[in-house]
Each structure stands twice: as C-alpha cells, then as structure tokens.
C-alpha cells in the first residue's frame, strides 16, 4: 500500500458538481469513499491516454478509464468498497453499475427514484 497521494486528472467543476463528466465524478467518489489521498488537476484529454479523461497518477503508473482506475486503486491500496457484500449483492450492484452506466453513455435519463431503505416488499429478495 502506498501513501503518496494520487493525482486525479479531470475536468472542471461547475453547477455545484466536482465535475462535469460523470466518469470524473465517479473516479473521484471512489478516492474519497476509500480515503485514499489524492489532489486534482486540469486534465486535458487530447493528451491523455485514450485521450479522454479522468487519469490518475499513481507513482510511475499512469491509469486512464473510470473503470480501470478503480480496479487499479483496489488492487494497490486496499479493500474494495462493496467487500462485505455477499457474492448475490455483489452480483446485483455489478448489474445495476453497467445498466446506469450505460444510460449515461448514452445520455438518457434513468428513469428511476432513488431510495433511502429498501421497501419492505422487496426486502426478502435481497
């Protein structure tokens, strides 16, 4: 596990958002839910890799993609965040994840509420 912070390349804040891209947000949300140190910089992507943004600089490596950077920050400082999730929870955050991110790929609205507690109902079947 290294202590040197991470360097998170992205775009900018507005709106009251860290960031304008939700693969930024993203990237950055999971630095802070891991309590991973890091700092932030004006990305630009046409000199990133894949020449999109967010990258992380982490020591000698550097790691372009949402995705592959928090696989990366698991795999080098520390537990994943969902590690007391049963493997049927596991599962079904992983659905849940890929259908999102593919509305917001798409730009579409997801056309769902977002709830505080899982109605009774639906309970058992967690």
Not at 63 to 77: K, M, Y
Not at 83 to 106: N, Y
Not at 108 to 123: F, G, Q
Request: hydrophobic content about 40%; charged content about 25%; glycine content about 6%.
């Amino acid at each position: 596990m290294s202590s040197t912070p991470v360097v998170l390349q992205k775009f900018i804040p507005a709106w009251g958002l860290p960031d304008l891209s939700p693969f930024c947000f993203k990237a950055e949300a999971y630095l802070k839910l891991a309590g991973i140190p890091y700092s932030t910089e004006l990305g630009d992507s046409r000199k990133a890799p894949k020449n999109k943004l967010p990258v992380i600089r982490d020591g000698a490596h550097t790691i372009p993609d949402s995705n592959a950077i928090i696989e990366h920050l698991e795999r080098t400082r520390g537990k994943p965040l969902d590690a007391l999730l049963t493997t049927r929870q596991r599962a079904i955050a992983t659905a849940v994840r890929s259908m999102l991110g593919e509305l917001v790929l798409l730009g579409h609205r997801p056309p769902i509420v977002l709830r505080t507690r899982v109605p009774d109902r639906c309970a058992s079947t967690l």
